[in-house]
């Protein structure tokens, strides 16, 4: 079992930046995969960016590709989302979620998730 929670949401203006963070725990936590997923009010979930246990490989949406950067620190056993430029765009619940397969969270198959943190971003 892995118990994911997610913090560092809030209300940002467009253009400037936030780091979401996202604590794990549980008996797996450090060997998980570790994925962003976003939901915006009436929109599916979108994948953002992916990370491996190791932190060695990672996957970053093309939307967000060079404003969002995904890192983990094992140590601390969290996973964070740099978000850099902001736009009223991002505005949505941000979930992490873990998955020990990297193949199948690539493929957007999750076995955990957070209760999401809301981003608002104002224009």
């Known amino acids: 079992q892995v118990q994911l929670v997610e913090s560092g949401g809030g209300l940002v203006q467009a253009g400037g930046s936030l780091r979401l963070s996202c604590g794990a725990s549980g008996r797996s936590s450090n060997y998980v995969a570790v994925g962003w997923i976003r939901q915006a009010p009436g929109k599916e979930r979108e994948f953002i960016a992916l990370?491996?246990?190791?932190?060695?490989?990672?996957n970053v949406s093309d939307s967000v590709q060079g404003r969002f950067t995904i890192s983990r620190d094992n140590a601390k056993n969290t996973v964070y989302l740099q978000m850099n430029n902001l736009k009223p765009e991002d505005t949505a619940v941000y979930y992490c979620a873990a998955q020990l397969n990297y193949e199948l969270a690539r493929a957007g198959e999750y076995d955990y998730w957070g209760q999401g943190t809301q981003v608002t971003v104002s224009s």
């Open positions: 990370i491996s246990w190791s932190g060695g490989s990672t």
